[in-house]
């Protein structure tokens, strides 16, 4: 009974953090102290710790390394996109923009078990590298993909937009490497905070589930797992699906936050996946809070260091360092448990 307060004291504080950092950001908005380019790197604040909590289930918490976050972040960005640019005009706003987060959680979960299928059967680099892969090819689809509508119905094309054969009615919705134009950006920061409450809600209440337990134990032991009755397969791919499910959403609010969505190594390549695996790992492997601490620093340091122009990508890089050391160093980790134990039995004493 007291293991389980004190996890939920735990995962309090850690919505606590999250809704106490969006009252202040309120606040400064409020009294001007919030530039135009700090607030619009709010939404993109919020699409990062989802990402980085949602891949953690899957580093940290089933102990596989993959790097096609980003590809399912692209898939979930452009059928959400692709969902509201066809009903833009026939259904209300709140609606449309809540069937396409649907949209995007849905597809990317359908990709995410399509890959985890025969993917999950890999380990350690393998993995890595097939994940990867999986990022780059998604992307490089999306930048041959032409999808136009007209008065007959859909067309599709890998070649070129004239080759769509659309009557003089009709409008590309998906254009090749220019992408989608004109998506509704219905992405909000509180919007973003509610997903990233939900996210943690979703994860956190796993990891102390009776499945969050059995995808742990795979991780700690596959073999010792296995000859308790343990569905491997089942846990590993509910983990990774909904890991993809999660990214998916985060796709679709990064999709309405733009005016243009493209399909280009900056959004969606190789750089993206590492970036959130440089948030988990510094964050913590296995660390839910440390993800969404990491995350957001991460992001916003660039941007506030952005006067120093000279000093910048220095001081970015002493703090990577000094994070990692304080994350993974083994006198840090002794400190910390120490620490802990100090705590514990001051409290015992109490």
Request: glycine fraction near 10%.
């Amino acid at each position: 009974m007291k293991k389980m307060s004190k996890m939920a004291r735990e995962n309090l504080i850690t919505y606590g953090i999250v809704v106490a950092a969006y009252i202040a950001v309120l606040l400064l908005d409020q009294t001007g102290h919030i530039s135009s380019l700090m607030k619009g790197l709010l939404v993109p604040l919020c699409i990062y710790v989802m990402l980085a909590v949602s891949l953690n289930l899957v580093v940290g918490i089933l102990g596989e390394l993959s790097l096609g976050h980003a590809g399912f972040m692209c898939v979930g960005a452009f059928a959400g996109s692709f969902f509201s640019m066809c009903m833009k005009d026939t259904m209300p706003g709140p609606l449309r923009f809540f069937l396409a987060l649907v949209t995007g959680a849905v597809m990317a979960a359908v990709f995410g078990v399509l890959i985890g299928i025969p993917v999950l059967r890999l380990k350690g680099d393998y993995l890595a590298i097939v994940t990867l892969a999986f990022g780059e090819i998604i992307k490089n689809l999306m930048n041959v993909l032409y999808i136009g509508k007209d008065s007959k119905g859909f067309h599709f094309s890998m070649k070129d937009i004239m080759a769509l054969g659309m009557e003089p009615d009709g409008k590309a919705i998906i254009n090749g490497p220019q992408g989608i134009t004109g998506t509704p950006q219905d992405s909000t920061f509180t919007i973003g905070v509610v997903f990233v409450l939900l996210t943690l809600f979703i994860i956190l209440n796993l990891i102390h589930s009776r499945d969050g337990r059995a995808i742990m134990a795979i991780r700690d032991n596959r073999i010792a797992a296995e000859s308790i009755g343990i569905n491997i397969t089942k846990y590993k791919l509910m983990a990774f699906t909904l890991s993809a499910s999660i990214a998916g959403v985060a796709g679709v609010l990064y999709g309405h936050n733009l005016s243009t969505l493209t399909a280009v190594t900056k959004n969606f390549g190789y750089d993206r996946s590492i970036m959130i695996l440089v948030f988990v790992v510094l964050g913590g492997i296995g660390n839910i809070r440390g993800s969404v601490i990491s995350a957001v620093v991460l992001t916003l340091l660039p941007e506030l260091l952005r006067g120093l122009s000279d000093y910048r990508m220095l001081i970015y890089a002493i703090v990577l360092i000094v994070m990692m050391l304080f994350n993974w160093s083994p006198k840090a980790i002794g400190f910390r448990e120490r620490y802990s134990l100090k705590r514990l039995f001051h409290k015992t004493e109490e």
